[in-house]
């Protein structure tokens, strides 16, 4: 009996202890909504302000509505993130904005892709104009974070610092091996000699046709690169190409000798110089304001308070079926945001924002109709954003206009089918097999548990020829080109910006902000307010739908470390099976 007593008491205690820990969460997570609601409508920014520009956090397409961000539980990672179009919007305010005297920009590696790098880049030298400073200071400069911090107008490094300034390199991850390690065959269906997507998974290295295209891409990328630091550092591209070839940086006194930065300073005898340019005493505290905190009193300021509206709609990240998420492009969530746009007689143009490798061949055609349905009856415009590739550019081919980056990533129209074989792994090494009936000839079609046979194979790549053809199609309507043309500079083909404007691909190179001005004065309108579609999910939302997911790839990240990129590419290619419209690889670019 006295057993008995015990375990019912430990049974009680442990469920008390659990109510306890349940109720704990539940207060943070109140508690982080009522936080961030009193956060947005309490912003004060006091006389003689630094605007303190933090660019290692990640920079996104749009600030998320995220309660939870600086909250540490439940798998979250309490890092900050922010919109670029707060940023810019935040540093065109405080152009003009009396109580911000100076800008204080502290990046040591950027979470952000070289377009979006450029948009901020590009605001930060708009706000110059105004004739206030801006100071950079980092221990470490990678190559990313130079090429923001070299538009400042002081440049300071660490006297014990570093400044990475080599070139850039891509690294192509390769699965073949692995896959035969495992048994596993990925029987390959493509249609273009440049759809690279699948050789990860059939080859050990580059095939000729990729080594030229990622050659292309990377010089041009390179190339902007170089062009922005020798405009802003006044050095000439020749002297930086070869200061990058030698590796002459080595040293923190280097970056100085080579006129990279203006001055070694530990961060007091910075904060100093901050203090003298807001107008303070070296005995006073800086008053300074986040660009986080900036840009949430900015939010109301867009509406404008204009009856004509000009709607945004953001399509961001992966394409497939469905509603999605915030941080992908799910057909049924975006293309019933362009219809509401559409219909709303108040929104006199649409501007797509993209930002997508590709994805779903299917869904990114339910997409393109709804753009085409709307450019029927008002202006529609397209703004590139890091990469609007393969699925990415076919939703938006049909657009009026199309605005890049010279450091977009996009073209890659092609299409391709993995369909694993599995037959191996499962009999040989696993001992599993398989038997059944079925009532016709390809009812069991797309069997994973077995090889294609001759006449699957033909109805697979009959089916990849169709979608590419009708992925040509879309384009050469959409850019008024020959079909022949598209197919020449098509065949999986990568381009960055640059290039794509030369070959008809693009319109012009310009801003995220030059396709909203363009948008407008083809709709013939002055004054109008920004909305943006489709709608954020709320914290809660975002928690309850995809909250497993992210405390998954928590724990995976902080248990293998690096080897995550690894795991999370080779799941992600397994679970591409069917037919695709999407990047030859993930770029990775150091």
């Known amino acids: 009996m006295r057993e008995f007593f015990k375990y019912v008491f430990a049974t009680i205690i442990g469920f008390a202890i659990s109510i306890v820990i349940v109720a704990a969460i539940v207060f943070g997570i109140i508690a982080g909504v009522v936080s961030s609601i009193d956060d947005d409508n309490s912003v004060l920014v006091s006389d003689n302000s630094v605007l303190y520009l933090n660019l290692d956090q990640a920079i996104v397409e749009r600030t998320p509505h995220d309660s939870f961000a600086n909250l540490a539980i439940m798998g979250a990672d309490g890092e900050k993130s922010i919109g670029f179009n707060d940023i810019i919007r935040s540093l065109e305010k405080a152009k003009t904005d009396d109580k911000i005297k100076c800008v204080y920009l502290s990046v040591s590696s950027p979470n952000a892709g070289f377009a979006t790098m450029r948009e901020v880049r590009n605001a930060m030298i708009d706000f110059k104009a105004s004739g206030k400073k801006i100071i950079a200071y980092s221990e470490v400069y990678t190559q990313g974070a130079y090429y923001l911090a070299s538009v400042a107008d002081k440049v300071y490094l660490n006297p014990e610092g570093a400044l990475e300034f080599k070139g850039l390199s891509s690294k192509l991850m390769f699965f073949k091996g692995a896959l035969d390690k495992l048994g596993i065959e990925a029987q390959i269906i493509r249609v273009g000699n440049y759809k690279s997507a699948v050789e990860p998974f059939i080859t050990d290295k580059m095939s000729d046709k ?17 062009q922005g630091i020798s405009e802003s550092r006044k050095i000439d591209t020749i002297q930086l190409h070869q200061i990058a070839d030698d590796y002459q940086i080595r040293q923190p006194k280097d970056a100085l000798t ?14 100093d110089e901050l203090k003298s340019l807001s107008g303070k005493k070296k005995k006073d505290n800086i008053s300074s304001v986040t660009i986080n905190d900036y840009a949430k009193g900015l939010k109301d300021e867009k509406d404008g308070g204009s009856k004509d509206k000009i709607a945004v709609i953001f399509a961001n990240g992966d394409i497939s ?20 746009a559409r219909q709303d007689s108040s929104i006199k143009a649409i501007v797509l924002r993209v930002n997508s490798p590709g994805g779903s061949a299917l869904a990114s055609d339910v997409i393109w109709r709804e753009i085409v349905l709307a450019k029927k009856v008002k202006p529609v415009i397209a703004s590139f954003g890091d990469v609007a590739a393969s699925g990415g550019y076919y ?23 993995i369909i ?26 797309m069997s994973v548990n077995r090889p294609l046979t001759a006449g699957e194979t033909l109805i697979i790549q009959n089916d990849v020829n169709r979608v590419y053809e009708s992925f040509i199609s879309r384009v050469s309507n959409g850019r008024k080109k020959s079909k022949a043309y598209i197919d020449s500079i098509g065949g999986g083909r990568v381009w960055v910006g640059s290039d794509a404007v030369k070959i008809g691909l693009a319109d012009r190179t310009g801003s995220f902000k030059d396709a909203i001005h363009a948008a407008a004065k083809k709709a013939k309108v002055k004054d109008y307010a920004i909305v943006e579609y489709p709608e954020m999910l709320s914290p809660l939302k975002s928690l309850i739908q995809d909250g497993t997911d992210k405390i998954k790839t928590h724990y995976a990240k902080a248990e293998i470390g690096e080897s995550y990129r690894i795991y999370e590419q080779l799941k992600s290619a397994i679970a591409k099976s069917g037919v695709q419209t999407r990047m030859p690889f993930q770029i990775v670019i150091q």
Request: net charge positive.
């Open 210 to 226: 990729n080594r030229e295209q990622v050659t292309a891409y990377l010089s041009g990328l390179y190339s902007t690169f170089l």
């Open 258 to 271: 080579y006129k990279m930065v203006d001055g070694l300073k530990y961060k007091d005898e910075v904060l």
């Open 395 to 417: 939703i938006a081919c049909a657009a009026d206009s199309i605005f890049v980056q010279p450091n977009t990533i996009t073209g890659s129209i092609g299409v391709f089918g």
């Open 420 to 445: 694993p074989n599995f037959q191996n792994l499962l009999n040989n090494k696993l001992g599993i097999t398989f038997d059944g009936v079925k009532t016709g000839k390809y009812a069991d079609i």
């Open 321 to 340: 079926g469905g509603e999605g998420n915030n941080e992908t492009i799910g057909s049924e969530k975006i293309s019933r945001s362009i219809r509401k």
